[in-house]
């Protein structure tokens, strides 16, 4: 037991405490929470009590680049090298098919005129069906286009690229609209639906939120129950902010539904979710939503009125709505990320052509160091959410099943990546960016949206960290029980002995990634290693601390979670810039200089989130502020009056 305690102590892991951290479920279901101080709902209270018996569950083991990070391991078989998963046959129908998109959306499509009539019109429409724009990832045997992942992003590139408000109207309808019976549907529900649904004859849209029910999808009021004669489930409820409400033919419903338990006989309500047909009767909506931006797209309430929903148009299973639902979102994310990566490639041309055309005080504003770093940051930003996007794609399309971290990141950095480089576009084009005619004020309110639906940015944050915590927390309960028999782990143990032995003297586990970067980027990739070893430290030492109740270490989650998400754009742009440097593109050099640049800020940032972790000064200030923000919602209005006194 000597040798046992003097090895725990070099580990700093206590032999005789169990570890209780979360299982991915819990991850998933604690991702409902919005505030701090928020109560949970019954429904969610009810699925984490169910979830405490798979507490014991051993450790797994990903490629996940993001999971491992936060054992402090650089996995790099999903990143390097950077996957283009395109055959030469793919190459060429793509190389087809972009040029014929670009002159449909530059030549049809006005998006000013979409914004103005709030609608897209038929000829519009009508191009894009014969585009296949509505069936880009329908097989060809039921009337789509069949694209791959990587295919679909670069389509979707171009649309971001014109209008996002006719990508959400696509994207609503295939992302997540119809996605379901894609990912989920059995054989006789895709002849059933997609056929038309990928020509454009039917519409789509994916059915969940509720006026009770945003991120907390456990808490929906929709309920459908089983006829007597056990044919049809009857459908009663509402649904608010609709993508496609008004028009969609087809939707993917999210209800309650009784569900037996097979082994004990008791009835529990879980969440199903179904297709439901506007003409099943009962199905009827709302006028449509007047919003800030994407306002071609149609947004309404759809309402269901006793509606009769055949029992074989389930998805999955009857109670595995949950499940289908994260799919679809897990699925679809990518998408988003590759659409905003063109739009910033057209905010960042139009800030270029005015800032070399515009002259001031004798000189063009291009010239001037304020001007220049606006671009470089908005370029190397842009660069970041482009690899990004098509890592994520392309990871998809070699076949990985674990990318739910990578895609929610994608997702996170996108929209706001977006947000950033549009302002500072407007910035730069001073007054005239603020006109309409530039349309640069439509992309603003266009992109507002993308930090809110398909999962807010603030919960996804949450669920990177969370289920990256539980997957660290596994491992650190396995070797918590090989310590207690050092001699039958004796590698287990002494690997990480070994590992902690020079993280305790500051050595790191050395530049992993050198034999997969180009050697111009080695001292960047050097960088990344150093950070990912500080996150694993990071990550053990608040899991001691916290345990289950990091759960409720919200500040501790946010910066983990922004950690996670620099290590992640550091790999992608690593991969992506050794592609080019090997590759001898034209651009090389220039990728070189954002990559180099990139790496170097973003370790900067890295190692401020997770010093904050550690900083009691900074720990304070966080508890102060919870308490602020207590004292203001209480009044419902800031405490302070006003400094005259009235």
Known sequence: MHKVGQISKMLGVA?????????????????????????????????????????????VNSTSFCQNIFRGIVASEQVFPYP?????????????????????????????????????????????????????????????????????????????????????????????????????????????YLPKLATGENFAAFALTEPSS??????????????AEGTHWILNGGKIWISNGGIAEIFTVFCKTP????????????????????????????????????KCSNTAE??????PVPVENVLSQPGDGFKVAMQIL???????????????????????????????????????GAIQEKIAKMSMIHYTTESMAYMVAGTMDSGYEDYQLEAAISKIFASEAAWFVTDEAIQILGGNGYMRSMGLEKVMRDLRIFRIFEGTNDILRLFVALVGIQYAGGHLRELQKAISDPISNFGIVMGEVAKRGKGAVGIGSGNSLAGDVHPNLSEAAALTCKAVDAMGQTVEKVLIKHGKGIINEQFVLNRLANATIDLYANSCVLARCTKSLNEGVESAHHEEMMTKVWCNESYARIMDNLNQLKNPEVLDNFKTMAKISEAVCSKNAPVQGNPLGF
């Open 15 to 59: 032999p005789k405490t169990p570890l209780c951290v979360l299982n991915t479920s819990e991850a998933a279901a604690m991702t409902t929470v919005r505030f701090q101080s928020a109560q949970p709902s019954a429904a969610a209270l009810e699925r984490q009590k169910n979830k405490e018996k798979a507490m014991s569950k051993k450790a």
């Open 84 to 192: 283009i998963a395109l055959d030469e046959e793919q190459r060429e129908n793509l190389e087809m098919l972009v040029p014929i998109a670009e002159r449909v959306m530059t030549e049809q499509n006005d998006p000013l005129l979409n914004d103005q009539l709030e609608s897209v019109p038929e000829p519009t429409i009508q191009a894009l069906r014969e585009l296949g724009a509505f069936g880009l990832q329908v097989p060809v045997e039921l009337d789509g286009v069949g694209l791959t992942n990587t295919q679909y992003a670069r389509l979707t590139e171009v649309v971001g690229g014109n209008d996002l408000g006719v990508g959400i109207f696509i994207g609503a309808h295939q992302s997540i609209g119809f996605k379901g019976i894609l990912l989920c549907g059995t054989d006789e529900q895709k002849a059933q």
């Open 214 to 227: 945003g991120s907390d999808a456990g808490s929906i009021k929709t309920r459908a129950e089983l006829n």
């Open 259 to 294: 569900v037996v338990d097979e082994k004990t006989g008791t009835v529990t309500e879980k969440v199903s979710a179904m297709i439901v047909e506007r003409a099943f009767g009962g199905v009827t909506h709302g006028p449509p939503e007047k919003k800030m931006g994407i």
């Open 302 to 307: 759809v309402y269901f009125e006793n509606t």
């Open 330 to 368: 897990n699925n679809g994310r990518f998408g988003m990320g590759a659409a905003l990566s063109g739009t910033m490639r057209t905010v960042i041309q139009k800030a270029c052509e005015h800032a070399t055309a515009r002259i001031q005080f004798g000189s063009r504003i291009d010239g001037y």
